[in-house]
T-cell receptor, first 114, second 114 residues
Framework: NAGVTQTPKFQVLKTGQSMTLQCAQD?????MSWYRQDPGMGLRLIHY???????DQGEVPNGYNVSRSTTEDFPLRLLSAAPSQTSVYFC?????????????FGPGTRLTVL | AQTVTQSQPEMSVQEAETVTLSCTYD???????LFWYKQPPSRQMILVIR??????QNATENRFSVNFQKAAKSFSLKISDSQLGDAAMYFC???????????FGKGTKLTVNP
């Protein structure tokens, strides 16, 4: 099992550019989510999905779009990047709400918006 | 909304000594789960220990243990026999039993001195 994979690991964008951060998992997890980590802020939830075709907003969704067409993939789209979106982005997945099913995190993507 | 507070931005400990990291949380729910995650310089989020709110017994994982005080809404992490590899950011996190959404504290940076 590759677990949770994220691509790219690093990315530099100019203000106004668009891009998609990729996230994939091979554990047949129903739940997937995106967090951003900023210095001194911990991790904050951007969007999440409880299954294919179902997505919802987290704490800081503005400026981001998601979709979930398959169980395996959960891409995060930045339509018009802003410097405030400079951050480290983590994707996570789990089976569901059962306690014993811990969330697995990807290695993160460091995004810089100039 | 639930909140998680880690009041110690930085802590240091001598190798082989014991250190305790503090965490408090605010919730009106009675059924929830609490976690400590470790984030080394590699950025990977690693689950250290977890606690079910309905269990009075404190969780223990090898050198890591928690002091869970439900009435005080306190969830501290004790690291015994500290090792150089324990140096990392540590995040306290809360999850409702009805959701997979994690709410993180801002983190504590732990330094281990040889």
């Amino acid at each position: 099992n590759a677990g949770v994979t994220q691509t790219p690991k690093f990315q530099v964008l100019k203000t106004g550019q668009s891009m998609t951060l990729q996230c994939a998992q091979d554990m047949n997890h129903e739940y997937m989510s995106w967090y951003r980590q900023d210095p001194g802020m911990g991790l904050r939830l951007i969007h999440y999905s409880v299954g294919a075709g179902i997505t919802d907003q987290g704490e800081v969704p503005n400026g981001y779009n998601v979709s979930r067409s398959t169980t395996e993939d959960f891409p995060l789209r930045l339509l018009s990047a802003a410097p405030s979106q400079t951050s480290v982005y983590f994707c996570a997945s789990s089976y569901g709400t059962a306690f014993r099913h811990e969330q697995f995190f990807g290695p993160g993507t460091r995004l810089t918006v100039l | 909304a639930q909140t998680v507070t880690q009041s110690q931005p930085e802590m240091s400990v001598q190798e082989a000594e014991t250190v305790t990291l503090s965490c408090t949380y605010d919730t009106s729910e009675s059924d929830y789960y609490l976690f400590w995650y470790k984030q080394p310089p590699s950025r990977q989020m690693i689950l250290v220990i977890r606690q079910e709110a309905y269990k009075q017994q404190n969780a223990t994982e090898n050198r890591f243990s928690v002091n869970f005080q439900k009435a005080a809404k306190s969830f501290s992490l004790k690291i015994s026999d500290s090792q150089l590899g324990d140096a990392a950011m540590y995040f306290c996190a809360y999850r409702s039993s009805a959701s997979e959404k994690l709410v993180f504290g801002k983190g504590t940076k732990l330094t281990v001195n040889p």
